[in-house]
């Protein structure tokens, strides 16, 4: 079983920037890593997504604003999150892939407003 532990949330204006982080408990080499966010009264949405190779892909309304990057070494994945808008407000949580095997961290609160 490995643990995902998110960091990095807070409150923040429009316009700013906030990092985060989710550092696991073991390898995240052979994951497939994501960033998903819930909204209050929303379902849970899928923001970015790294593969083992590196391959990026975000979803629509965060592409030229969030970059998503991992560093296998230090067990960590990371969100650099620029230009934020009050619709980024959610729960920001952190998801490791391998075929069925699952794993999810708790959560961070990104919080935009002014």
């Not at 807070?10 to 408990?25: E, F, I, T, Y």
């Not at 949405?45 to 590196?54: F, K, R």
């Not at 592409?63 to 990371?78: E, L, Q, V, W």
Request: hydrophobic fraction near 30%; aromatic fraction near 10%; charge should be positive.
């Amino acid at each position: 079983q490995m643990q995902l532990v998110e960091s990095g949330g807070g409150l923040v204006q429009p316009g700013g920037s906030l990092r985060l982080s989710c550092s696991a408990s073991g390898s995240i080499s052979i994951y497939v890593m994501n960033w998903y966010r819930q909204a209050p009264g929303k379902e849970r949405e899928l923001v970015a997504t790294i593969t083992p190779g590196d391959n990026r892909n975000y979803v629509d309304s965060v592409k030229g604003r969030f970059t998503i990057s991992r560093d296998n070494a230090k067990r960590t994945m990371y969100l650099q999150m620029n230009s934020l808008k009050l619709e980024d407000t959610a729960v920001y949580y952190c998801n490791a892939k391998y075929g069925h095997v699952e794993y999810w961290g708790q959560g961070t609160q990104v919080t935009v407003s002014s």
